[in-house]
């Protein structure tokens, strides 16, 4: 099983970016997706789920701001990320979870000026 993430980088406050998940290895739409995050110093948290059939969840803290969905026929899942803060600052993980979970490397997003 392998999650490859992409598409991080550096952005101002305010500006945007997309991050992706390309998935190989599981049979990608039966498996509810993830995207979390650590920032330095602090513990990995949830910031965005979507089932197998397609319904998102955002975490109140970027509720408005980013958007998750998915391509089953890439096996990709996207994390969509607008009106970043500084405090989005972090390394970026997708999750596929069934039965057992799976974890990307991850990608990192900086937001500074």
């Known amino acids: 099983v392998q999650l490859v993430e992409s598409g991080g980088g550096l952005v101002q406050p305010g500006g945007s970016l997309r991050l992706s998940c390309a998935a190989s290895?599981?049979?990608?739409?039966?498996?509810?997706m993830g995207w979390y995050r650590q920032a330095p110093g602090k513990q990995r948290e949830l910031v965005a789920t979507?089932?197998?059939?397609?319904?998102?969840n955002t975490v109140d803290s970027v509720k408005g701001r980013f958007t998750i969905s998915r391509d089953n026929a890439k096996s990709t899942v996207y994390l969509q990320m607008n009106n970043l803060k500084p405090e989005d600052t972090a390394v970026y993980y997708c999750n596929a979870k069934r039965y057992l979970g799976y974890w990307g490397q991850g990608t990192q997003v900086t937001v500074s000026s």
């Open positions: 979507i089932d197998s059939g397609g319904s998102p």
């Open positions: 290895g599981i049979i990608f739409s039966n498996y509810a």
